[in-house]
C-alpha cells in the first residue's frame, strides 16, 4: 500500500510539473509589434540645479561639431517621435524655436543645452516637424541623508553604513567603472555619453538620486523614503506624460532627458505592453 501511495505522489509531482512546463510555454514570448524606443540619457550642457554637473562649452566649435556628429549616429534610429525634457505646457514656445532652428541650422541651438543642441538637430535629421515635451516639475530633498549627517543633534537611525557606501563608494564593486568616472572630464563627448548610458551608470543615477535614501530615517520615521518616493513619483507622472502622445507600432520614439530620469523611465519601459527599448549603446558607437 505505501508502495502505491509513494507511485501516485510521484505522479502527481511529475504531472504537476508538466502542467507547469506547458502553462509557462504557452505563456512565453508572443510575436506581438511593439513600439520601438530608444531611451538616451545626458548630462546638461548648460547650468544646472542637479546634484550633478560637467564643465561644458556649449559655445565651442569643437563641441558643437561633437554633438552634430552624435545626432547623426542618434538619427539613424529613425524616430518620427522625439520627446525632449520640457513641459507639456512649453511645447508651443519650444517648438516656435525648433522652427527657427530648422530655418538656420548652421548653428546649433545653446539656449537649451543638450535639448535644444543635440535634441533639435536629431528631430531635424529625423525629418520631424516638431518637438514633445514629456517633463513634469516635482520638487524634493535628494540632501536629505547629508543634512541629517551634519546636524549633531539629528542620527539616521536606519541603516548610516549603507547610506555612507552608496554617497562616498558608489562603484565600490566597480573599479574599473570608478576609475572611468573619474576621468569623465577627460573623455571625449561621445564616450561621456556613452558611460552616461551604461546598465551600471544609469543605477548610480538611481541610487544617487533617490535609492540611498530607503536606508535613511530618523527614530522610527520613513523621512527617505518619502523624499524617493517623490522622485519616482515626478517619473512616473513623466512616463505617464509620454502616454499621452498619439502613437501607434509603427511609431520610433526617441526620448532624451537627463540620465536620472532616463534611468527610472528604463525600469518602466523595459517590462511595457506597448514599448520596445532598443540598446543604446547600439547608437552611440562611431561607424
Not at 512546463?21 to 511593439?34: C, I, M, R
Amino acid at each position: 500500500m505505501k508502495t502505491i501511495l509513494f507511485l501516485l505522489a510521484l505522479c502527481l509531482v511529475a504531472c504537476s510539473s508538466t502542467t507547469d512546463s506547458v502553462l509557462l510555454a504557452e505563456a512565453g514570448p508572443v510575436n506581438v509589434e511593439k513600439i520601438k524606443v530608444l531611451n538616451i540619457g545626458s548630462f546638461h550642457f548648460g547650468a544646472t540645479s542637479d546634484a550633478n554637473s560637467v564643465d561644458f562649452d556649449e559655445h565651442s566649435q569643437a563641441n558643437q561639431q561633437a554633438v552634430k556628429d552624435i545626432a547623426k549616429l542618434l538619427a539613424q534610429f529613425k524616430p518620427t517621435i522625439v520627446c525632449l525634457e520640457f513641459l507639456p505646457e512649453d511645447m508651443a514656445r519650444i517648438n516656435q524655436a525648433y522652427q527657427a532652428f530648422l530655418a538656420n541650422p548652421v548653428r546649433l541651438d545653446t539656449r537649451y543645452g543638450e535639448l535644444s543642441m543635440l535634441g533639435f538637430d536629431i528631430a531635424r535629421l529625423s525629418g520631424v516637424d516638431k518637438v514633445y515635451g514629456i517633463d513634469h516639475h516635482l520638487g524634493y530633498n535628494y540632501s536629505l541623508g547629508d543634512f541629517i549627517e551634519n546636524s549633531p543633534e539629528l542620527e539616521n537611525s536606519v541603516d548610516r553604513q549603507t547610506y555612507l557606501q552608496l554617497t562616498h563608494q558608489p562603484f565600490l564593486h566597480y573599479p574599473k567603472l570608478a576609475e572611468r568616472n573619474q576621468r569623465f572630464d577627460q573623455l571625449s563627448l561621445l564616450e561621456q555619453l556613452q558611460l552616461t548610458n551604461h546598465p551600471l551608470m544609469l543605477d548610480y543615477m538611481l541610487n544617487t538620486n533617490a535609492d540611498k535614501l530607503f536606508y535613511v530615517g530618523i527614530d522610527d520615521g520613513f523621512e527617505g523614503a518619502e523624499q524617493a518616493a517623490q522622485f519616482y513619483l515626478r517619473n512616473m507622472k513623466i512616463y505617464t506624460n509620454l502616454n499621452r502622445i498619439p502613437m501607434n507600432k509603427n511609431d520610433r520614439v526617441l526620448i532624451l532627458m537627463g540620465s536620472a530620469h532616463t534611468a527610472m523611465l528604463r525600469e518602466f519601459i523595459r517590462r511595457s505592453p506597448k514599448f520596445d527599448m532598443v540598446n543604446t549603446l547600439d547608437y552611440l558607437t562611431a561607424k
